[in-house]
């Protein structure tokens, strides 16, 4: 393995953290101090050493962020409520839902009810159908990740083979309409593609590779086409070790560049959702649509 192919998220993440950090000192000169509301239903111990480091990441280039914590037996009607009392405080610039959420609750709707122009994930019908139409403000953050990395690698990317395995509205979905703009060829694949036994045909002559399936070392290094950019957006928990959905070792071996699990994709997610609370910011102050 050449450790010159490992794609780091760490450099990118401070480039996007300075500029965000740069444009908070705009705003606030403007008298606009972006703040960041976090809902959270019910305890998750395993997601709250994430969410403390989302806030002390905010904190350190100047954003306000504050949890809000519902018990886990609150209402959906009540949860929907807590989100349109920020949808109408001018105070608040940037409001996400963590999941997972309780089964009683209807997350999708709840992420639904958030006002489009404070989507820092970008989840909402307005803000993905933005993307699907090539006219982004606020899309997925760690689609947004996946692609910059991609782009990190300086790689001529029209034409290009990019599969994309997994078609979550998060991951997947958004990196292949991202791809796609980029010229590349896309193809997607699922449970259905695993299921005929073509997944190791299409990974095989991926140029691209995002890998987003939640299955540990589900993609087996041999089946890396040499030269190929892997990005690995799995987060899985195997006897305490965090690891990709990617072979690791093996596919360094054939990558020209690989995102390693933990210090990749996951890195860069969070300065993302930082600088698409700037977005939301200047957006919000635009008198247009």
């Not at 998060?170 to 449970?191: E, N, R």
């Not at 045909?201 to 890396?224: C, M, N, Q, T, Y």
């Amino acid at each position: 393995m050449n450790n010159n192919n490992i794609l780091y998220g760490k450099g990118s993440a401070q480039d996007i953290l300075e500029y965000v950090s740069d444009n908070v000192e705009r705003l606030k000169g403007a008298g606009v101090h972006p703040r960041l509301v976090t809902i959270q239903i019910g305890e998750d111990p395993a997601s709250q050493a994430y969410l403390a480091s989302q806030m002390r990441s905010a904190e350190k280039v100047g954003i306000k962020s504050e949890l809000v914590s519902l018990p886990d037996t609150v209402s959906q009607d009540e949860a929907v409520r807590t989100i349109e009392s920020m949808n109408s405080d001018p105070s608040v610039h940037g409001i996400m839902l963590h999941m997972p959420v309780p089964k009683h609750i209807d997350g999708r709707a709840l992420q639904w009810a958030i006002n489009y122009k404070k989507d820092v994930e970008g989840v909402t019908p307005h803000n993905l159908g933005r993307l699907f139409l090539g006219r982004p403000v606020l899309a997925p953050c760690t689609a947004l990740s996946a692609i910059h990395l991609i782009k990190a690698t300086g790689a001529k990317l029209r034409g290009l083979e990019a599969v994309v395995l997994g078609r979550s509205d998060i991951v997947g979905k958004p990196a292949s309409l991202m791809l796609t703009g980029l010229d590349c060829t896309v193809t997607v694949c699922h449970s259905g593609t695993s299921e005929r036994g073509l997944l190791k045909e299409h990974v095989e002559r991926a140029d691209v590779l995002v890998a987003s399936v939640g299955r540990p070392a589900f993609v087996k290094g041999e089946w890396i086409k040499p030269g190929a950019i892997v990005i690995d957006v799995g987060i899985n928990y195997v006897d305490g070790k965090l690891v990709g959905d990617v072979e690791f070792e093996e596919a360094a071996k054939r990558a020209a560049f690989i995102t390693p699990v933990p210090g990749g994709v996951g890195t860069v997610t969070t300065a993302y959702l930082l600088r698409n609370l700037i977005d939301a910011v200047d957006w919000q102050l635009k008198m247009e649509e």
